[in-house]
């Protein structure tokens, strides 16, 4: 299966990962403060399979990874505000929509700034 990964362009496996990787952090979340006292350990373990998925994704793209990993980064941001609003209904402010664009800005630097 890893295999038939590898020919899955590489922007789709990062945001298969990011989504992994959030929806996973949501779901702990919810283990951990939510009133869910009989599913909690389904829960955990719903996360932990969503987690490790996000890192099997991540790491199969067939990418340098400290190049992968600025556009990882910047796509995480995006992706885990969507979810943000999604699970628990909030809205970014103003400083992580500031603080998200030099996210976002860095991950490009990081990505695709070629040294000559």
């Known amino acids: ?22 929806s996973g952090d949501a779901v702990v979340r919810v ?11 389904l829960l955990f373990l719903a996360g932990a ?5 996000y890192g099997s994704f991540l790491n199969v793209a067939p990418l340098n990874f400290g190049r992968v990993v600025g556009l990882y980064i910047a796509t995480l941001f995006v992706v885990w505000q969507v979810i943000n609003y ?13 603080g998200g664009a030099l ?7 990081i990505t695709f700034w070629k040294p000559g």
Do not use: H, N
């Not at 399979?49 to 998925?53: D, F, I, P, S, V």
């Not at 996210?103 to 630097?109: R, T």
């Open 1 to 22: 299966m890893l295999k038939a990964l590898q020919t899955v362009p590489p922007v789709a496996l990062l945001l298969v990962a990011t989504l992994l990787e959030a």
């Open 103 to 109: 996210v976002i800005a860095g991950g490009a630097i």
């Open 49 to 53: 399979a969503l987690l490790l998925g």
């Open 86 to 98: 999604l699970a628990f209904r909030s809205l970014p402010d103003l400083p992580i929509f500031v």
């Open 31 to 41: 283990a951990i403060y939510g009133r869910v006292a009989p599913l909690r350990p």
